[in-house]
Structures are given as C-alpha cells and as structure tokens.
C-alpha cells in the first residue's frame, strides 16, 4: 500500500509561482511511476505531467509546457511540481497519483486508469 499527501496549494496572483509536493509513505517509492494530474471546477480530472523513477517525464500539456516542471527526490519519497506563471486557468484541485504497473511512460502515463495509488488533493487557486 502506497500513501500520497499533497500539499503546497494555495490563493496567488496571476504570474505567480505554487510548488507543490506530493510525500509518499508505505512501499518501495523509488520503483513507481509518479503523475500530477488536476481537476478544475465543472470539468474532467486532467493529466498534467508523469515521471518514471529513473527521472523520464512525458511531454507536458500544450496548457502548462514551459510553465510547469515536475521532478522527484527518491531520498525523500517526493514528487515536486514547480508552477511558475500561474494563469486564472490553472485553478483547480491537484492530485498526486502512483503506479507500479506503467512500463510504457508516453503511452500510458497519462492514462488515470493506469493508476493505483492517489492522494487527497492540494487546492490551487489562481486570482486575475
């Protein structure tokens, strides 16, 4: 059993910066494949950004490429997702969510289905 807790959400002005951080407790971290995914109001749970535990990470969203980078520290069973010029769109809850089972990153990273493990969610809220 893996345990995720987000947290580093919070209220920022556009153009502001958020990093979030998804702690991960219980079974071997390092061998699980990582995600951030969101959900904003009225609107699907959305994949953001996944990365392997060798440190390989998809393609980012046309909607947050540039913006937002994920990384991981294995010492400290961590996932990290640096936001930098945070948009009103960019509001929503953010998940943190792990998976022992992905061995394709592209094709099956952005796949929620492909998921075992999902934390409570961090709540970003980004005023104009």
């Known amino acids: 059993q893996v345990q995720l807790v987000e947290s580093g959400g919070g209220l920022v002005q556009a153009g502001g910066s958020l990093r979030l951080s998804c702690a991960a407790s219980?079974?071997?971290?390092?061998?699980?494949?990582m995600a951030w995914f969101r959900q904003a109001p009225g609107k699907e749970r959305e994949f953001v950004v996944a990365i392997s535990y060798i440190g390989d990470i998809t393609d980012y969203p046309d909607s947050v490429k540039g913006r937002f980078t994920i990384s991981r520290d294995a010492a400290k069973n961590t996932v990290y997702l640096q936001m930098n010029s945070l948009k009103p769109e960019d509001t929503a809850l953010y998940y943190c969510a792990a998976s022992a089972r992905i061995n394709d990153l592209q094709m099956y990273g952005p796949r929620q289905d492909a998921y075992d493990y999902w934390g409570q969610g961090t709540q970003v809220t980004v005023s104009s």
């Open positions: 219980g079974r071997t971290f390092s061998r699980y494949v």
